[in-house]
C-alpha cells in the first residue's frame, strides 16, 4: 500500500522525522517555495499533519487540506489548533498528555523556588564578585505559605502532589470542583487570589482564559504574591504584571511563558525580582523523546486503522463524523 501523505509546517526533533519517514510520504509547508501552488498540488493529497505546539492550525489551513484526516501536535497544549473547525470536518486532533505531566510540575516547583529564593539572582551575584563584599541580601521564603492553582489538570494535580511534601496549603480554582481532592475549591479566580499569595498557573490558553490574570487578581494577591506560569503567557495580563511587579503590588514572578513567545517584553529583563524561562517546561531530553514517539504512536495507530491513542475531548476519537 502506498504510504500516506503527511504534511508538516516544520521540521520536528531527528527521532520524530526518521520514524515518520519510515512510515509516510513527507511533504514540508517551510520548505515551499510557493505555499500557495504548494498547496494546490500537495493539499487535496494530504491525509495526515504532524505540528509543533503553538503552531496556529486554522480552518483556513483545513480548507486547503480536504481530504485531513487527523493532526497530531507534539505538545499537551493545542489552543492554537480550531478544534471546533476540525470536529465539523470530522478531522480528530490528538496532543501528547500525561508524558510531560511530571517533567513540568518538576520545573514549575524549581521556577517557584528560584523565584521565592532568588536563586538566580544569587548566582549571578557570586559570579559578579560580590560576596566577598556584603553576603546576599535575605529572600521571602515558602514557608507558611498557601498556594493557589489555577487548573487542578493531570500538570496542576503533579504539581499539588509536590507541593503537599512541602507542607505549604494548598488550593485551587478551575471549571469546577474536583470531588476527589481534599484542598480547597474557590468558585471564582478573585476569591481565590484573596485566599491565597502564590499563584500557580497551569490552565489551558485560549478565548476563556485569554487575560485571566488582570490588575485586578495581582492586586489580590498581594504585596507578598508570586505568580508562576508554566501554562501559556497569554493568561497573563503582562502590561499589568509589570505594573505590579514594578509598584511592589505583588513581589515577584517567575515565568516560562510569554504571550508573543520568543518575544520577551523588554520591561520584565530590567526587573530584579523575575525569573525567566525560555519555555523549558516540558524541555528534558528523556520527556521530548517520550512526546515524539507519543506523536508517531497516534500516527501508526490511526492509519493501521485501531484509531488514536490520545484524542483531544473536542474531536472524534475515531473520526466518527466523517
Ligand atoms: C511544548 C507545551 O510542547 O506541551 C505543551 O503544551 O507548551 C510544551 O511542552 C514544547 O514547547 C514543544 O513545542
Redesign the pocket.
Known sequence: MQPADLLLLKPMQPSVMEALAGAFTLHRADTAPDPDAFYREIGPRIRAMAI???APVDRALFERLPHLEIVVS?????DTIDVGAAAERGIVVT??PDV?SDE?ADLALGLLLATIREIPQADRYLRAGHWPTRTYPLTATLRGRHVGILGLGRIGRAIARRLEGFGVTLSYHGRRRQEDVAYAFHPTLLEMARAVDVLMIVAPGGPETNGIVNAEILDALGPDGIVVNVA?GSLVDEPALIEALRSGTIHGAGLD?FAAEPQVPEAFLGLERVVLLP?V???SVQT?EA?GRLVVDNLLSWFSGRGALTPVPETPANGAAR
Open positions: 509543533g505546539a503553538q507534539y505538545g499537551v497544549g493545542y496532543n501528547t510531560l513540568v501559556r511563558v519555555h517546561g516540558s524541555g521530548r512526546m
